[in-house]
């Protein structure tokens, strides 16, 4: 829970465009009217530094809300409140498996309440679309999103609509319904759902968590990047290797790292590499970033087992293929099989099983130390961030077939023997 | 004629009209169609060299023009257009 003290008056300023810089109102906007490009919170820095401080965060409740003033609500979070600070896993046998001195998982395989990082960012929104008046909200989805919106849509007494691609993993689609939300599922892949659901957002007063109120949702993943560093000792990693769908985790990571930085809450101490991982079936802003390019080309048919990260037009992909391509990191695209054999040596060697993403980041850190450009002894944190439980299709083929035997001594010391 | 969508952020030029009718033999010159009846809305659209803005995304018939013939894509009659911002989703 949180702390009782008071909030203060909001340290947002107002909506921006990324692209041009006009202002707009804190209102459920989220491209500009002139240019569509993205509209981003900004914020009164100044006021921050005055309110904030390394003590001020360690004292409060371990959840995303203890860097409340670097999120973009104008009143107290009223949904979500335990969401976010996950373990940082220290990963030495992972670390030997793949020749690596100092690996950490940053584990939101085990986020509050539906098990993905999607949770910091429905948290935001749903406090927002609330702040806003809203009473419905909605969302396009590739599974994790869709469990997360209608989860803390049900506890915090909002109509739900959320609409899915028609072929997601049974796990993800009973993980929405159980909640009670309305869910369609269209034919078509993910950037058609998104598509009807922009057109949607037009017509209906529904807060849609990715449409319209997108730049504060987005906002949310910084608290993943904020946590990662304040439990690394409040310094930044050398390296992280980030999934990436339509690139906003992987640009908000390196907005978080900014802020801390630019509050002087860690030393800057050389800048943290950004490696972006994607599947071989669905790669547009990899294949961007080892082109050499910022311009994305749309993959029209996805086809990966990833199927959270299977957007074949990104909304911040050249944002993505910049942010990685200014700190210096690279990008991987990983193959079907490279993804399982990763899920399974995460688990063999951690105890962490996750979801298809999950085996993305570590298919392309593995890559990525092969081939140097993560050096062995460089501190890197690996991004896991979703659950395996919802994924399982993918692995049913290599599931071994259980030895079953009678409750008899005998017959089990002739098995293990 | 054929039908465009307008998205939320251009309704103010088309006096909130969600849909409009537009003539063209193909996307380009549909667009140059929609500028003579809501001036300033081919700039929203186009960038300064005339190419669909980075962050616009047009389709004819739910297929999205850069997977076809971009400005050049044919248009028929009865064909519905939709001008959709790109951000969103993830």
């Known amino acids: 829970m949180l702390s009782p003290e008071p909030n203060r008056a909001s340290f947002v300023s107002s909506l921006r465009c990324r692209e041009c810089q006009r202002d707009y109102p804190k209102e459920a906007l989220h491209v500009c009217e002139f240019c569509f490009g993205p509209l981003e919170v900004a914020y009164d820095y100044p006021a921050i530094a005055r309110a904030l401080s390394r003590e001020a965060i360690a004292r409060r409740a371990p959840n995303l809300w203890r860097y409340r003033e670097l999120l973009p609500l104008d009143a107290p979070p009223t949904v979500g409140l335990d969401a976010g600070f996950t373990p940082l896993v220290r990963a030495r046998r992972l670390g030997e498996a793949l020749g690596h001195r100092e690996l950490y998982v940053k584990n939101d395989a085990v986020c509050h309440p539906t098990l993905s990082f999607k949770d910091r960012v429905v948290s935001v929104a749903l406090s927002k679309a609330r702040e806003l008046g809203f009473t419905t909200v909605a969302c396009a989805s590739t599974g994790n999103l869709a469990n997360s919106t209608a989860a803390n849509a049900a506890q915090a007494g909002l109509g739900c609509y959320v609409l899915i691609p028609h072929d997601l993993e049974a796990g993800k689609v009973l993980g929405t319904t159980i909640y009670g939300a309305r869910v369609i599922g269209i034919r078509g892949t993910y950037d058609d759902v998104n598509r009807l659901c922009s057109e949607i957002a037009g017509r209906r007063p529904w807060a849609f968590v990715n449409v319209n109120l997108r730049p504060y949702y987005a906002e949310g993943s910084k608290s993943y990047g904020f946590e990662i560093q304040e439990q690394l000792g409040w310094r930044t990693p050398a390296h992280v290797v980030v999934p990436m769908a339509s690139g906003s985790l992987l640009t908000k990571i390196g907005k978080s790292i900014e802020e801390f930085t630019k509050l002087g809450f860690v030393e800057a101490k050389g800048r943290t590499k950004l490696h972006g991982a994607q599947a071989a079936g669905c790669g547009p802003i990899a294949e961007a970033v080892l082109a050499g390019r910022d311009a994305i080309r749309p993959v029209k048919k996805p086809e990966t087992i990833a199927k959270s990260l299977a957007i074949g037009n990104p909304a911040d992909g050249p944002y993505a293929a910049q942010a990685i391509r200014a700190s210096g990191g690279t990008a991987a695209q990983i193959s079907d099989e490279e993804i399982v054999e990763a899920i399974e040596l995460l688990a063999s060697t951690e105890g962490i099983f996750t979801e298809t993403a999950g085996g993305v980041t570590i298919g392309a850190a593995r890559r990525l130390i092969a081939s140097g450009a993560i050096p062995a002894d460089e501190p890197t944190v690996l991004c896991v961030t979703g659950q395996g439980l919802k994924t399982q299709e993918p692995l049913a083929a290599r599931a071994p077939t259980l030895p079953i035997i009678a409750p008899r001594i005998e017959e089990f010391e002739a098995l293990i023997s | ?90």
């Open chain 2, 1 to 90: 004629m054929a039908t465009v969508r307008i998205p939320t952020p251009l309704r103010k030029l088309t006096q909130g009209a969600e849909e409009v009718s537009a003539s063209g033999k193909n996307v380009g010159e549909l667009i140059a169609d929609l500028e003579k009846h809501y001036p300033g809305i081919k700039e929203r659209i186009c960038d300064e060299a005339g190419a669909v803005r980075r962050f616009v995304n047009i389709f004819v018939k739910d297929e999205d023009i850069r997977f076809l013939q971009n400005l050049d894509t044919p248009l028929k009659d009865s064909d519905e257009v939709s001008i959709v911002p790109a951000i969103a989703g993830g």
